[in-house]
């Protein structure tokens, strides 16, 4: 009994040492990473599970970009240099509102890189920057991989690439065409990310609806639901900007179908 | 923008040590079987066994263990999402409770424990595949890839991405501090349209880069085939010696892994 006792007087004191440890790094100004679920968190049926969904997305990827680099030479080169751009948009310091700026976190990028690459090769694209980030940056994980594909990948481009297709489909202007791919991309991928973290309580009797919509709250309360929609904005003003300066790549992209006036 | 430079783990890849020396397939063989141990442990044991020994051998490398600790910040930070998650979801038993804003939060014991042994699988988990990028060049990270059979498309793919991603990211800094210096950040909405501006010369100039790279390919000889050259040496002796070793070790990690502590 008093080891017992022992033992919760250390637990409530990690727990306090973990607490402020968050705390001093969340206003020391640090990024804040949050969509991607790290290594050792999805227990191995979950991993498999994941693996086994993201698989079929990632192949039909592979095959398109396949099949295209061979009709087109120039397609292989085009898809790499706007993968590690969009990479490298998903590196933007977007300041956190929520903190008034004292931290930072950073857009996803899987909406614009559905606009431009199509969903299933912006599934490969996202795959293949995932596999970047867990293993140079521990941002993410091996294990973790598929969950990451699918909320990331999948979700993220598929739901992008619809909301713009709709907004385009209802006249919209092109500005709000990227915002709602943007805005609608981030959105599903919080949701991905809840849903998997979500499931993980069903085992030991929680609630997985409760559990899900706690951690999709704390996800759109703290940074990530302003984020939504300033990426939203961006990915609109880059469609705008890119329209504006070179509306070729818009057209050879097939965007956009005419030159017409923003 | 400089902040990814400093955070990728690969600029200790070149140096000469015993484990940069180390086949990759071996390597990755190691890091894929102890990813499987961490996962399917039921106890803290083998994860944290994994971090002990990730920071010993970067000790005998001579890398400062403040390196894997600064990549473990956000990994933190998750497991501790997962604490407060499984702690309110997870148990019966009640350990702390307190009222925020009429909203009652009750820590249960039983989440809080398994809280606490996602977090040293996390630690455990992401040290592995630090201690793995640290010692791994991404050419060789290809040529184990290749040996573990993934498509050649996507590993051309992430050579072309990572090939430019710090190309990309150096252009994106020099704007980024261009328009800094000019007050395009001064206020939320400088900064999102400079953003959007950003984003927009990114696309254009990865577009146009393509190009360049395309013609460049095509000059020399390119017709939509496989670009990568991946030179693996036979297995020798003492590769032979360490699959073997990991043969036998394996069941004994998964045994470990299987005690229960609590």
Known sequence: ?262 | MGFLHHTFTDRYTQRNNWLTRIDVRVKLIYLLSMLIANLWAKNAYVSLSFLFISFVFLLTINIFPLVMIKNMVLPLLFAFMMLVVKGLHEGENEWISFSVAGYIVALKKEGILGGLQIGGKILGGVSLVILFSLTTTMSQLNAGLKWLRMPNTVLELMSFMYRYIFQLLNEVSAIWYAQRARLGHASWRKAIKSFGVLGGMLIIRAVERAERTSEAMYARGYKGGCILTCHLKPLERNEYICFSGMALFFPFLLYAGNIKIW
Request: charge should be positive; aromatic fraction near 14%.
């Open chain 1, 1 to 262: 009994m008093g080891f017992f006792v022992f033992k919760e007087r250390i637990l409530k004191r990690v727990l306090v040492f973990i607490a402020v440890f968050l705390l001093v790094f969340i206003f020391s100004g640090k990024a804040a990473y949050a969509m991607h679920i790290t290594e050792g968190i999805l227990p191995s049926e979950w991993a498999i599970t994941w693996f086994a969904v993201s698989v079929p997305f990632l192949a039909i990827g592979i095959y398109k970009v396949k099949r295209k680099k061979r009709e087109v030479h120039s397609y292989l080169p085009l898809v790499g240099m706007l993968g590690a751009a969009v990479f490298v948009f998903s590196c933007f310091p977007i300041p956190v509102v929520a903190l008034n700026g004292m931290a930072t976190s950073h857009p996803c990028g899987t909406g614009m890189s559905a606009i431009l690459l199509g969903p299933f090769v912006s599934v490969l694209i996202a795959g293949i920057a995932l596999l970047i980030q867990a293993l140079f940056l521990a941002h993410g994980g091996l294990t973790t991989l598929g969950g990451n594909i699918f909320s990331m990948g999948i979700l993220g481009s598929f739901s992008g690439f619809f909301a713009f297709r709709i907004a385009q489909r209802c006249r919209m202007s092109l500005f709000w065409c990227g915002f709602f791919a943007g805005v609608i991309s981030d959105l599903f991928t919080y949701l991905g990310t809840s849903i998997e973290l979500g499931l993980l309580v069903i085992k030991n009797g929680g609630s997985f609806f409760k559990a899900t919509a706690e951690i999709f709250g704390v996800f759109m309360m703290t940074s990530q639901g302003v984020l939504c929609i300033v990426e939203g904005v961006i990915v609109g003003f880059i469609m705008v900007f890119v329209y504006k300066r070179r509306p070729d790549i818009l057209l050879l992209l097939g965007i956009k179908k005419n030159a017409k006036p923003v």
